[in-house]
């Protein structure tokens, strides 16, 4: 187990996550979904957050039994990580845990410049249709995977 407080997303790797404290004293576990090329923005990347929440801090091996959803995704600053003093503390596989980054439109109306995007990678040019199925893409602020987070308690 490693612990990485990370200043810039120079050395996030898409997998990796952190756990998210609930006030209650158990953990949900937040997860880097995808980066930006490093040339574009060092500070964010693409996160989500698990539907998971436990009473120990999770481990790779406890996130890689369970069957995983991703409850919500969004664009975030690097802050987020450590804004409960978490850190990063594991690596997970998304692939083999079959955890796929949902699809989301640039904006909210349909425009001609509006495209489809799954994390930061542009699929293709929107149409009016995918502007009526998908959300839009948005960031979010320090603390709000830990509201999210805390909404689970009540879903519990």
Request: with cysteine; aromatic share 10%; charged share 25%.
């Amino acid at each position: 187990m490693y612990k990485l407080f990370p200043k810039s997303n120079s050395k996030l790797e898409v997998g990796q996550f952190w756990p998210i404290k609930l006030s209650n004293g158990q953990f949900a576990i937040g997860i880097v979904l995808d980066l930006p090329d490093k040339h574009q923005n060092t500070k964010h990347f693409f996160a989500g957050l698990l539907n998971w929440i436990g009473d120990t801090i999770p481990t790779q091996i406890i996130l890689e039994k369970i069957n995983h959803k991703l409850i919500d995704q969004g664009k975030a600053h690097i802050k987020t990580i450590t804004f409960d003093g978490e850190g990063i503390i594991g690596k997970i596989d998304l692939d083999l845990l079959k955890i796929v980054i949902p699809f989301e439109v640039s904006c909210f109306g349909y425009s001609e410049s509006a495209v489809l995007l799954q994390g930061y990678k542009t699929v293709r040019k929107s149409t009016p249709e995918d502007h009526k199925i998908y959300k839009t893409q948005g960031g979010w602020g320090f603390d709000y995977i830990n509201e999210l987070a805390e909404q689970l308690l009540t879903e519990k």
